[in-house]
């Protein structure tokens, strides 16, 4: 039985769920709560994809065989096909991880030599107001827009923002910018992204893995608004918004931005009641079907394998 | 500002000084060259830690001239930003790395197709190092 259960999860987990949560609005009112809530849709779906793989086997045995005989070779034979299953769905997670975290960091590596030596002296000193640990680059350029690359560990990571940037902001919603790319490299956003990259490059097809990696993306950004709020004001983040999206030609990815900066002025902040409700949905997503599928299986399981 | 940062700064600054009596260069330099074409007080193996370290990067091109190295920049200073932009711009999309990192402002992908266009170059490799091209 725990096998059903834990392939409908496993299914419900990868589909539905994550297309309605995709979809939600009230995500944007709390995204800190929300992300998390993504994260543990994603860890249960892992969950339940493994755990099904390890118990079908066994249930198999359990309906083809009388009782006496799920011992010897049929034993041995739907153990290994379980830990076979199983080790499929997790060295292939690990495995597109570690070589996304190599290429990641060779590019990112790469990158940062090219901006360090690319960057307008005279220009980072005009930017004062940096928060230590960070180092601002300006580069050339005639669009105005801002990124953050992650540092190695324990090493400064660069904001870099082009000329155009700062002809564009006034000093306010520059500020609010590089508050905004110091939160991304703070809290490690990047981490973040990088685990449902990863999730969706080891199962592109079939789940809704795309969709999560970039409704996750727009939640950072939220997030990262809301850092840029909170120390530089709404006017000046929204400000920011506006003049990179009325600066850039093109139009889809500008609809982010502009839902983002129509977000801020219309205030959207969600209650503790909300965020309160989130995490405890992300809490019980992993807890509740370890308690009630898991748990009881592996009672009845272990046994049979002679684990008791 | 620690001790370790400042030399960091500092290094950083100097790696830039060289690249621009690189790029700004006709042919390949010695360390001797770059060294006399500083015009400040560096010790000769200074400039030849920061051209081996420029080297060490990918950054630089070392080529054996008879008895002595000669450095080259890799790529021309405008080939340099435009991969950078590439680079930062392109960050959308099915990647094979995770992101840079989240952009205020994203460019779509027409732009950073136009500009792989522009640089004749195939997707998601580097720009090469051909002969000069200003226009780029
Ligand atoms: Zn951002």
Known sequence: MASVWLTGLALVLAGPVPALLARARWTRAVPRAAIVLWQAVAVAAVLAAVGSALAAPEALLRVLTHPQDRTGVPLVIAVGVAALLASLIVVRLLGVLVLLAVRTRVRRARHRDMVDLLARAEQNLAVGSLRSGTVLRVLDGAVPFAYCVPGRVGREGRVVVTGATLDTLCPDELSAVIAHEQAHLAARHDLVREGFTALHQAFPVVVRSREARDAVALLLEMLADDAGRRTHGDTAMAGALDAFASSGASVDANDEVLMRRDRIRAHVRGGRALAVGTYLAAVALVVVPTVTIVIPWLGEALPVVGVR | ?136
């Not at chain 2, 940062?5 to 360390?31: H, I, N």
């Not at chain 2, 200073?77 to 930062?88: H, K, L, P, S, W």
């Open chain 2, 1 to 136: 500002m620690s001790l370790g940062t400042l030399a960091r700064v500092a290094l950083g600054e100097l790696e830039r000084a060289v690249m621009a009596q690189l790029w700004s260069a006709d042919a390949p330099l010695t360390v001797r060259d770059v060294h006399d074409r500083l015009e400040r007080e560096l010790a000769y193996t200074t400039v030849m830690t920061v051209l081996g370290r420029l080297a060490k990067k990918g950054l630089v091109r070392q080529e054996r001239d008879g008895k002595a190295y000669r450095y080259a920049a890799a790529a021309s200073r405008e080939q340099m930003a435009a991969e950078v932009m590439i680079d930062a711009l392109g960050d959308v999309g099915e990647d094979r790395t995770a992101a840079l990192v989240a952009f205020v402002d994203r460019v779509g992908p027409a732009e950073a197709e136009a500009l792989r266009r522009a640089l004749d170059t195939p997707a998601g490799t580097p720009p090469p190092t051909p002969p000069r091209s200003p226009e780029s």
